[in-house]
């Protein structure tokens, strides 16, 4: 047994201990008083499933789409694919979808008139490409697709005769006949560009890539992040395949289950339901949930478990203001810690959550506890270590896996596992601190003042057809009549903070402010996008301060504040367009939501 094994079973058996044992703690303390989610009813869980379901059915809607047929071919430097015209052809458009891509391809073409030529391209992954041969007059009998290095997968072939889509050739490989069903469909594909549902945006080719490594045990494309949010795309990617809708399939879910736990979380701070309805429905209608869950991206998982996080730190803090023991309030530490270590397994920006756990529980059990013994402190400064520390770094260490059993790895001559994941980590932390501001094509920047007031939104998704004018774009923002409201709102939560002088109002401004600032202290080229966690709570505390206006039973109030989601619901569905990847006419993007010269989408 080598010694990477030996150390990646007692980093597992690590985590395991500390979670039997925490587990047998929580077990053996177990607690008379049964329900937990005692402060839901049965109108709560009613319009949990509404509004949840509601807000799913839109978030399917052009989520992404399967590539058909689906069987790919994979193409190397010895086995390219030939297509043979049956007759010479005028070619204008000549689409390809690919799957994984690990080098340039090289198009050769035999024209009519017996002429040859070539060109190489670096292709874009698990998408949609478009070779324009730009020759009106020539007629082609056969055309190569061949790897220069490493492997290509063709998913499909969509060629067109000016506007004719043709089908009347034959495929080889290696002097092999390929049934053309593998690669051409009978009919028109509906989706043969480089649109929203049919391939890669953004950072996808990042994420998509390394997850469809992780499935199929080739080296990893990122190691910037831990792989813990890549897993979890692959393993969409595993049950649907390599296709749009598989790759966005968790991330979506995420924001899902995101939107269930805010309802909750909210219910749980404020006890109001009308907190509770108005938070859920103001995140169903923000841009920025609703986009970033959409992709295949790392946000959407972290966020749902970021924020789980402080739902059980809340829940401890309130226990144990009500004088219950440390051991007692295990049941909340515990799950607290997995949600961190799973947050962080997925993107460093989770330390501001364990930041927030450590100083919320140093607190309360340092400072509100000063009664307790010595022994008592020493006791509980040795849980917390263990709970937050020993728990977290064994389980993000764990997710390394691949680095001892994938043949790559096996092969790589690697054999101190703690070294290597240690030597990943310094790649991440100068790659986050020195060489992302150096990263081509990372535009897009912006300053974390500038977020909530949404100066300079992300453009990630860009598509124009100028024969019809049709348009579609993805833009990260948040939802201007919510996102406008956030400073206003951390003001009113203090001035209503120093008037209740209560824990819950000080604890929800409190989280609100350490996911937020940090980021002031950034010296490095930032995303609107690292404001998503923020605005989640943004819009709790919006929602909290709202039910405490309805509280006053002003019907004027009351109306201004209906009126208020009524109008946040209706600019989703007007900016609606803007965040689906939905075609429409070009001229209504600049015509109704061009609403500032400097939001460059167009």
Not at 5 to 18: E, I, K, N, R
Not at 428 to 442: C, E, K, R
Not at 499 to 507: A, D, G, N, Q, T
Request: charged share 10%; glycine share 4%; net charge positive.
């Amino acid at each position: 047994m080598s010694l990477a094994v030996v150390q990646l079973s007692l980093t597992v058996g690590v985590f395991l201990a500390v979670l039997i044992y925490y587990l047998y703690q929580i077990k053996k303390c177990s607690l008379p008083h049964g329900n937990r989610l005692s402060f839901l009813d049965k109108t709560d869980y009613l319009l949990i499933v509404i509004i949840s379901s509601v807000y799913a059915g839109i978030s399917l809607i052009n989520l992404g789409s399967k590539l058909e047929p689906n069987t790919p071919v994979r193409l190397t430097a010895t086995q390219g694919i030939e297509i043979n015209f049956a007759r010479p052809t005028q070619i204008d458009q000549f689409y390809y979808a690919l799957g994984y891509v690990s080098g340039a391809v090289n198009f050769s073409y035999v024209r009519s008139d017996n002429k040859t030529q070539s060109i190489t391209i670096d292709p874009g992954t698990f998408m949609w490409n478009n070779l324009q041969l730009n020759d009106p007059n020539a007629k082609y009998k056969q055309i190569t697709l061949t790897p220069e290095s490493g492997v290509i997968e063709l998913r499909q072939l969509a060629l067109f005769d000016n506007t004719n889509y043709v089908t009347n050739f034959t495929l080889t490989q290696a002097g092999h006949m390929i049934p053309s069903q593998k690669l051409v469909s009978v009919e028109v594909p509906q989706d043969y560009q480089s649109i929203w549902h049919s391939s890669t945006i953004w950072d996808e080719y990042y994420y998509v890539t390394t997850a469809y490594q992780f499935n199929h045990h080739l080296p990893a494309l990122i190691t910037v992040h831990p792989p813990l949010g890549m897993y979890l795309i692959s393993a969409g990617m595993s049950v649907f395949g390599d296709n749009p809708f598989a790759w966005r399939i968790v991330p979506d879910l995420a924001g899902i289950l995101l939107l269930i736990l805010v309802y909750v979380f909210t219910k749980k701070l404020s006890l109001s339901r009308s907190a509770a309805v108005i938070a859920s429905i103001l995140l169903s209608v923000d841009f920025m949930h609703f986009m970033i869950t959409r992709m295949a991206s790392l946000e959407s998982t972290l966020a749902f478990f970021a924020i789980l996080s402080i739902f059980f730190l809340y829940c401890y803090a309130e226990v144990r203001q009500r004088g219950e023991s440390f051991n007692a309030t295990l049941r909340y530490l515990l799950p607290c810690a997995l949600s961190i270590a799973l947050a962080i397994s997925i993107k460093w920006s989770a330390l501001y959550s364990l930041v927030t756990a450590l100083l919320v529980i140093t607190y309360f059990e340092f400072i509100y506890s000063y009664c307790d013994s010595l022994r008592a402190k020493l006791l509980t400064l040795l849980n917390i270590c263990a709970l937050f520390i020993v728990l977290p770094v064994s389980f993000y260490f764990s997710c390394y896996y691949p680095t001892v059993f994938y043949p790559f790895y096996k092969n790589s001559g690697i054999n101190n596992f703690w070294a290597f994941v240690g030597s990943l980590q310094a790649v991440m932390y100068q790659f986050h601190t020195h060489m992302i501001n150096h990263v081509p094509n990372a535009g897009g920047g912006s300053q974390w003042w500038q977020w909530p007031l949404i100066t300079q939104p992300q453009l990630v998704y860009r598509w124009l057809d100028t024969r019809s004018n049709l348009s579609s774009l993805g833009l990260l923002m948040g939802n201007p009549l919510i996102c406008w409201l956030f400073y206003p709102s951390l003001l009113l939560m203090l001035v209503h903070l120093l008037k209740v002088r209560k824990f819950m109002p000080l604890f929800l401004l409190s989280v609100t402010l350490l996911q937020f600032l940090p980021y002031a202290l950034f010296g490095r080229i930032s995303y609107i996008y690292y404001f998503y966690i923020s605005s989640v709570f943004g819009i709790m505390m919006l929602a909290y301060l709202f039910s405490q206006a309805l509280q006053l039973k002003n019907k004027r109030l009351n109306y201004l504040i209906t009126g208020y989601v009524l109008a946040c619901i209706l600019l989703f569905a007007a900016f609606y367009p803007l965040l689906s990847g939905l075609p429409v006419e070009r001229s209504y993007f600049i015509k109704y939501l061009l609403w500032y010269h400097n939001w460059q989408f167009i």
